[in-house]
């Protein structure tokens, strides 16, 4: 088993079994460990993932400040705008609260029917939605 650096062991329990841990961002090379005199390989830095990104942004000439953390901003409101529910939203991001979930929901303008019609007013398109 993998060991996880920082809190990842305590926020995501099953984190070192699942594939997605394991091949993730890789490090280039092994660190030591002393505690196990091994070598193992961990994730890259994030300072060294922040650069990367920081020079994707700069060659796109993208004139806003992008971090890490918008990438997982805009996922999150991608996935309220393609009405993705809440838990779903949850989970994949990994919060134990929905209520640090509900932060992202400011960002996306409500889908929601506040009013009902008719049948007959609603668009091939609105009518898909509901089945």
């Known amino acids: 088993m993998t060991r996880l650096p920082g809190a990842l062991d305590r926020k995501w329990k099953s ?3 699942e594939f997605v841990w394991q091949w993730l961002f890789p490090a280039k090379t092994l660190t030591h ?3 196990d005199n091994e070598r193992r390989r961990y994730h890259m830095h ?3 993932l922040q650069k990367t990104l920081h020079e994707a942004v700069h060659l796109a000439h993208i004139p ?3 971090t890490c953390h918008t990438m997982r901003h805009s996922f999150a409101s991608h996935l309220l705008r ?3 529910d809440m838990r779903t939203i949850q989970q994949l991001l990994g919060h134990s609260d929905i209520r640090t979930t509900m932060i992202y929901t400011h ?3 409500s889908r929601t029917i506040k ?3 008719s049948p007959l ?3 091939a398109d609105q009518m898909r939605q509901f089945d």
Do not use: I, L, M, W
């Open 107 to 109: 960002t996306v303008k």
């Open 115 to 117: 009013e009902v019609g």
């Open 33 to 35: 460990v002393p505690r």
């Open 64 to 66: 806003k400040r992008v």
């Open 46 to 48: 994030d300072s060294e």
């Open 15 to 17: 984190a070192s079994k």
């Open 82 to 84: 393609a009405n993705y």
């Open 121 to 123: 007013d609603f668009s």
